[in-house]
């Protein structure tokens, strides 16, 4: 019985340790000349706030669980006309970073409004 228990629990620690989630503290700068509204991320499974970015602000969001995605999109629309965008971004190289413990901080940086670059920190 005593050989039983232990082996569960060692079973449950193994399996606890193999899931447990990475997190990061994502961030949304804008370098662009525009002020943006609504800047999100889409096609993700991390949901990170960006709202009303003024040119030269960011905001940072802690404490989100990192799960591996491919990429994403991010979008955002024009404050002055409405007009949406989307900018597709890659987290290939970020997945990367992250699994090995190399950065624990996420900065998407819209430079225009065609324009994204992701950088792990």
Same mark, same amino acid.
Request: glycine share 4%; hydrophobic share 40%.
């Given at each position: ?12 620690? @193994?399996?606890? @340790? ?36 003024? /040119? ?27 007009? /949406? ?8 190289? *970020? ?12 900065? *998407? @940086? ?12």
């Amino acid at each position: 019985m005593k050989t039983y228990i232990i082996s569960i629990l060692a079973l449950l620690a @193994t399996s606890c @340790t193999a899931t447990r989630v990475k997190t990061v503290e994502f961030t949304f700068k804008n370098e662009s000349p525009h002020k943006l509204n609504w800047v999100s991320l889409k096609e993700a499974k991390i949901s990170p706030i960006g709202g009303v970015l003024s /040119p030269g602000v960011f905001k940072t969001t802690v404490d989100q669980a990192w799960r591996n995605d491919a990429g994403a999109v991010v979008t955002f629309i024009e404050f002055e006309t409405q007009k /949406p965008h989307s900018i597709p971004i890659s987290f290939s190289e *970020v997945n990367k970073r992250i699994q090995t413990g190399q950065c624990q901080r996420v900065v *998407v @940086t819209i430079l225009d409004y065609d324009k994204a670059t992701v950088r792990c920190e």
